[in-house]
T-cell receptor, first 109, second 113 residues
Framework: DAKTTQPNSMESNEEEPVHLPCNHSTISGTDYIHWYRQLPSQGPEYVIHGLTSNVNNRMASLAIAEDRKSSTLILHRATLRDAAVYYCINMEYGNKLVFGAGTILRVKS | DAGVTQSPTHLIKTRGQQVTLRCSPKSGHDTVSWYQQALGQGPQFIFQYYEEEERQRGNFPDRFSGHQFPNYSSELNVNALLLGDSALYLC????????????FGSGTRLTVV
């Protein structure tokens, strides 16, 4: 499984957009880019995933670089409930999730 | 629609004892994975079950074993508990093609004293 690199922590103001970066320079052509988040005292929660094209869902948007060596998770309007650890994971289709340390997102009111 | 259910939520065991944790997957999912999460770290993959067989395994000793039942529910067994086994144990379910991602339970907090 390809290794991903994320900032240890980020801070955002409530109601503002948040861009969470992830580098995955060794990603293979068949690896999907997954994002999960983990709120305090809960299990990880699926956020979004994509392969090559940008993706949108009700929770977030995923912007994937043209060379696929990096991606950005975009939360359009951060709320206090978005404070969590965000994990960027490269996963081969049908394979297991391998978690790194993730990014701790703090949201200020 | 019930998500992933894990039991018990908390557990305290003594070193050397054995423990069994249980997981019921989300409706429609047939694959169950188990993870161990130490405090302040990301979850570590233990193993994955599909069609009642262990399909993938992480870097965990044989003291960690599992089982999947015909109704897709699963158990994680840990023998000869060590203090270092204290952690949050997470169960995740998915369809085999992972097309819709994984759904995680809230975990079982195991404390070994």
């Amino acid at each position: 499984d390809a290794k991903t690199t994320q900032p240890n922590s980020m801070e955002s103001n409530e109601e503002e957009p948040v861009h969470l970066p992830c580098n995955h320079s060794t990603i293979s052509g068949t690896d999907y880019i997954h994002w999960y988040r983990q709120l305090p005292s809960q299990g990880p929660e699926y956020v979004i995933h994509g392969l090559t094209s940008n993706v949108n869902n009700r929770m977030a948007s995923l912007a994937i670089a043209e060379d696929r060596k990096s991606s950005t998770l975009i939360l359009h309007r951060a709320t206090l409930r978005d404070a969590a650890v965000y994990y960027c994971i490269n996963m081969e289709y049908g394979n297991k999730l391998v978690f790194g340390a993730g990014t701790i997102l703090r949201v200020k009111s | 629609d019930a998500g992933v259910t894990q039991s018990p939520t908390h557990l305290i065991k003594t070193r050397g004892q054995q423990v069994t944790l249980r997981c019921s997957p989300k409706s429609g999912h047939d694959t169950v994975s188990w993870y161990q999460q130490a405090l302040g770290q990301g979850p570590q993959f233990i193993f994955q079950y599909y069609e009642e067989e262990e399909r993938q395994r992480g870097n965990f000793p044989d003291r960690f074993s599992g089982h999947q039942f015909p109704n897709y529910s699963s158990e994680l067994n840990v023998n000869a508990l060590l203090l270092g086994d204290s952690a949050l144990y997470l169960c995740a379910s998915s369809s085999y093609d992972r097309a819709s991602g994984y759904t995680f339970g809230s975990g079982t907090r195991l404390t070994v004293v």
